[in-house]
């Protein structure tokens, strides 16, 4: 009788000896003590099925256990070992990484140690925005141990820092303003008419700024899948000025329920308690039950907070013919409150008019006035501005700091507030001193020259009429590489944030960069999904793509593999490596790789933990595009995700993932602890908390030696492109399609392994398998433009967990068999990890 498998953190492989269970977790020591003392007998090893493997891509099963020896003297099986290596302080300062884009990244300092700097986001009481901080911080490590040697701090509590992976300097802009950001003072550059904007009151014998609104007490519109939405009617996002005079709403309406009391100035058609007075009514709802309020037509409707949720309050006020709603607060609690009110997508809703949310201080002055003879005008709008305030500091451009010391005759930091306003995203080249910067507002990228950051940056060329925009989830956009005659080239990645388009430019001489090819990566989903791009193997030759579209949503196989593809052969397909150990609603977060000869590149897998995948940059491995191993460690697990929001899963454990630069296949990874509790109290800051790092190490891996059962890469579909404006069309490539498996070989050395276990132990055993069916051809859609996505009023962000892939752009279908042109095929991505400061969470059925 065989026992039962064992199960192994490690991934595909030998899971240990039957008498040491512990064996996968132990280091040699342990291990060799618990084999015992008898190193020439022979043992016999079960090795399971990776966990998840009924749902990988894979067309093959193995429905019996294999067993095999394990020749003495053979080597451990390689094992990825964490340990929390760097905590942010909690209370009272509540620090988390704010490290959104390029915020993060590992420089190179002695050779025994280097230095981590990040952008740091302290929120201090965290039921309150006034205090909140942004710091750039240096640790440095010997990889052991971390210690903070330097700390700036930002001029505003939500800025973009870029830090390129090389020292000693980080660089400071301001970011476009964005629907959900809870710091708008952060996008106001000097001299704006109305930024932050406000709301102005007119007594009639005295006009008042109000800071409430802008400072405590805020509002926050959503769909019924408690998705915050992007209506123009809150402050901050309106296009048109509203001024009108101000009414309260009066005792209890006409055919309202009895539960809802006879308080004034509720606006209640019921409580809480019942649908009509719950977050969940409509339009309908209300007008069917026939409640009106008197006396608010044309004018603002002042309503008090309490007995009925808000959203029942804001459509009885709107159906009665108000301009806008006006909701004071009780003032029952000291912290920064936020009102939802809800907007059904089903029913065709979305916000037409104007919701302000004020303290009770401010409110019940409203009050007070509006009694008198006088009318009080209240007045909002793009030119309405906020009062003066301390939190408010304009700014624009770049400040560079200088994070290590840079001598005694060059300043700390410089500014450059003339170079521009405020910008989408800013990314700085891998490999030459050059910064991409996007402006979505001109739909345009700009590259400026930072070899000499304290003296001087210059504008070196514009990509023009190239849409772009800072409101996605990508983490990298530009991926500068070369190509195989070693001149360089550019990658600007998914730009639109639509359609997973990929568009590549001659950059040799950055100041004419010239677009070369166009292509549509559209490997698992057609317009979303792309996720991360990574350098890999030697000089960066090999690029590792993500995909960020779980299982859950986007079909059986999307997220469930990284692509590889070799930037010198731009013909050859990608190769795909599966990731069987992922569990339903997980995907590849990111990907990072060591240099040199390591070839390791790190796969973080969110709440599935880590993979690891060799990239080929040693020339002796025989590993090359499989996978090593992998670890799933329960720290990696929190608990408390429902069963039905398992897209929720991409916000708890290992998130984005960085490359040491002095010790070998090391690693440090971003932990994220997720609470779902707080979540759904609405509470997006106590549910996500990235507060740690990890310390990855691969050990036991000897590249030389081939790992047994590991997923090996194994190519897919061409990927079509087109030269842009040649008068060409890109063609299909002949090959077939072929996803990740056992090939032949592969198939063949298991049942030889088998049968050498067998014969050795005079065991009859039985392998049943079961061939892998091979992928069929499928046609490439080429791009022959570049594309935008749709803009609506009302769209919320470009969410790729928890929405179905959108319909098909028309392109260009090409038949199956043709030949292919010359073009490159390298695919790059973005994240899903929330913006800091942003309330928005990713939920089922987005829009």
Not at 82 to 94: A, E, K, V, Y
Not at 205 to 230: R, T
Not at 235 to 245: K, N, T, W
Not at 495 to 514: F, I, V
């Amino acid at each position: 009788s065989i026992p039962q498998p064992l199960r192994s953190h490690a991934g595909p492989g030998v899971d240990g000896p039957l008498a040491c269970p512990d064996h996968l977790g132990a280091t040699r020591k342990e291990s060799a003590d618990c084999e015992g003392s008898d190193a020439t007998a022979s043992r016999l090893v079960v090795t399971s099925m990776p966990a998840g493997l009924h749902r990988s891509s894979h067309a093959y099963a193995v429905s019996a256990l294999v067993v095999f020896l394990r020749l003495p003297g053979s080597r451990a099986a390689p094992q990825l070992r964490t340990s929390t290596i760097l905590s942010l302080s909690g209370d009272p300062t509540n620090e988390n990484f704010a490290t959104k884009n390029q915020a993060m990244n590992v420089w190179s300092s002695t050779p025994n140690t280097e230095t981590l700097v990040a952008l740091v986001h302290r929120y201090g009481d965290m039921d309150r925005r006034a205090d909140d901080q942004e710091f750039a911080v240096a640790w440095q490590s010997d990889g052991k141990t971390m210690h903070e040697v330097h700390r700036v701090p930002m001029s505003c509590p939500n800025v973009e820092l870029v830090v390129p992976n090389r020292g000693p300097f980080a660089y400071e802009a301001r970011l476009d303003a964005s629907p959900w950001s809870m710091h708008p003072e952060c996008s106001c550059p000097p001299g704006a008419v109305a930024c932050p904007p406000g709301v102005e009151v007119d007594t009639g014998s005295k006009k008042v700024s109000l800071s409430s609104p802008i400072e405590s007490h805020f509002v926050n519109l959503q769909n019924e899948w408690e998705e915050s939405i992007a209506d123009r009617f809150v402050l901050g996002r309106l296009a048109e000025a509203v001024s009108a005079s101000v009414a309260p709403a009066g005792p209890r309406p006409p055919n309202a329920s009895a539960t809802a009391t006879d308080g004034v100035n509720l606006a209640c058609p019921a409580s809480r308690d019942e649908p009509i007075g719950s977050h969940s009514v409509t339009y309908g709802d209300i007008e069917k039950a026939h409640i009106r309020l008197s006396g608010v037509e044309g004018k603002w409707c002042l309503v008090r907070r309490g007995v009925c949720d808000e959203t029942a309050k804001v459509k009885l006020c709107e159906l009665s013919g108000a301009i806008g709603t006006i909701v004071v607060d009780h003032g029952n609690f000291a912290a920064d409150q936020e009102i939802i009110v809800r907007y059904s997508r089903k029913h065709l809703e979305k916000a037409t008019k104007p919701i302000l949310f004020l303290g009770k201080a401010e409110g019940d002055m409203l009050f007070s006035n509006v009694g008198s003879s006088i009318p009080v005008q209240v007045s909002v709008g793009p030119e309405v501005a906020a009062p003066e305030s301390e939190r408010v500091k304009p700014g624009s451009g770049i400040v560079v700091h200088a994070m290590v010391p840079v001598g005694a005759s060059l300043p700390p930091k410089k500014s450059y507030p003339d170079l521009f306003g405020t910008a989408g995203w800013l990314e700085v080249s891998r490999l030459r001193d050059i910064m991409f910067v996007c402006f979505p507002s001109l739909s345009e990228v700009r590259l400026y020259n930072i070899s000499q950051p304290l003296s001087d940056i210059t504008l070196i060329s514009t990509i023009e009429k190239m849409p772009c925009t800072g409101r996605s989830f990508h983490d990298y956009r530009v991926l500068d590489h070369k190509d195989a005659n070693g001149r360089f080239q550019t990658l600007l990645v998914d730009p639109s944030d639509y359609g997973n388009q990929l568009y590549y430019y001659s950059t040799e001489d950055p100041a004419k960069p010239d677009l070369v090819y166009v292509l549509r990566a559209d490997w698992e989903g057609r317009n979303d999904g792309l996720g991360h791009v990574r350098p890999g193997g030697p000089g960066g030759r090999y690029h590792i793509v993500t995909w960020h579209c779980s299982n859950l949503y986007c079909g059986k196989n999307h997220g469930d593999a990284v692509y590889i593809l070799d930037s010198w052969n731009l013909q050859a397909p990608p190769y795909r490596v599966a990731l069987p150990m992922l569990t339903s609603g997980g995907f590849g977060r990111d990907v990072a790789c060591g240099e040199g000869d390591d070839g390791v590149c790190l796969v973080t897998l969110t709440w599935d933990g880590l993979a690891a995948v060799d990239a080929g940059s040693s020339p002796s491995s025989v590993n090359k595009f499989r996978l090593i191993t992998s670890y799933t460690g329960t720290e990696f697990r929190d608990d408390g995700v429902p069963l039905g929001r398992l897209h929720l899963k991409i916000n708890s454990g290992a998130q984005k993932a960085y490359a040491s630069t002095v010790f070998s296949r090391t690693f440090y990874v971003e932990h994220s602890d997720f609470s779902y509790r707080p979540l759904q109290l609405g509470d997006s800051l106590r549910a996500y908390q990235i507060r740690e790092l990890q310390l990855v190490r691969l050990t036991d891996y000897d590249e030389a030696q081939l790992i047994p059962f590991a997923e090996v890469g194994n190519p897919v579909k061409h990927p079509g492109g087109d030269p842009p404006d040649r008068g060409g069309r890109g063609r299909r490539g002949g090959r077939r399609g072929r996803r990740g498996g056992l090939g032949v070989s592969q198939g063949v050395m298991i049942v030889l392994m088998v049968l050498l276990g067998c014969a050795a132990t005079g065991a009859a055993c039985v392998v049943v398998a079961l061939c892998r069916k091979r992928g069929g051809k499928k046609p490439v859609v080429m791009v022959p433009a570049p594309e935008q996505a749709p803009t609506t009023e009302e769209g919320t962000f470009n969410v790729v967990v928890g929405r179905p892939v959108v319909a098909d752009v028309p392109g260009v279908v090409v038949a199956p068999g043709q030949a292919c042109p010359t073009m490159p095929a390298v695919v790059a991505a973005g994240g899903m990890k929330p913006r800091r400061e942003s309330s928005f969470t990713p939920q089922a059925g987005a829009e």
